[in-house]
Each structure stands twice: as structure tokens, then as C-alpha cells.
């Protein structure tokens, strides 16, 4: 090989090492920007998912108080007609649900 064969030789080995880093350079912003986009996008899901999480918690302790709401003002018209009192609904309460075991 001449001098002028190995200085295109190397001028192009040169322009393929740029070309690599800037498909490099490329690669990684691609990666960057589609990672952030999946970051943020993950992020929205889970706050929507934590707020409706909350919703759904404060839905089941409102349905909890008035079913022991309920259930506590049927033990008292139970108690009243029965004419005992709520003490001794409790204790027979109890030994029937013993009895069933």
C-alpha cells in the first residue's frame, strides 16, 4: 500500500468511528427519553391507582360504620321487644354462635 492508500484508509476508519459514536449518542438519548416517558408514565398509573385505592378505602369504612350503625340499633329494638337487656343479647348472642361451631 502507497501513503495515499493508508491516508484514505484512515480517514475513513476515522469518519466510521464517528459515524459509531454518533449512532452511539443517538442509541442513548433514544434510551433516555424512552425511559422517561415510561417513568413518568408508570408514575401517573400509580399515583391514579393510590387515589383510587383511597376512594375505595373510605367507600368500605362508611359501608362498615352503618352496618354496625345498623346492626347496633337491631340489637336494641331486638333487646327492647325481647325485654333483656343488651348485656344479656350479648351473652346469649355469644353462646349461640358457640353452640354452632
Known sequence: MN????????????KAKDRLIYVLLASLLIYIIVSF??????RKQLAAMEAAHQ????KLILR???????????????AQRLGVT????????????RNRR
Not at 416517558?37 to 408508570?42: A, D, F, G, H
Not at 376512594?55 to 373510605?58: D, E, F, G, I, T
Not at 343488651?86 to 354462635?97: D, F, I, P, V
Open 3 to 14: 501513503a495515499l492508500e493508508m491516508c484514505k484508509k484512515e480517514v475513513l476508519t476515522a
Open 86 to 97: 343488651e348485656q344479656e343479647l350479648q351473652e346469649q348472642m355469644s353462646w349461640s354462635c
Open 37 to 42: 416517558v415510561l417513568i413518568s408514565k408508570t
Open 64 to 78: 362498615q360504620v352503618k352496618v354496625e350503625n345498623d346492626l347496633r340499633i337491631s340489637n336494641d329494638t331486638l
Open 55 to 58: 376512594v375505595s378505602m373510605r
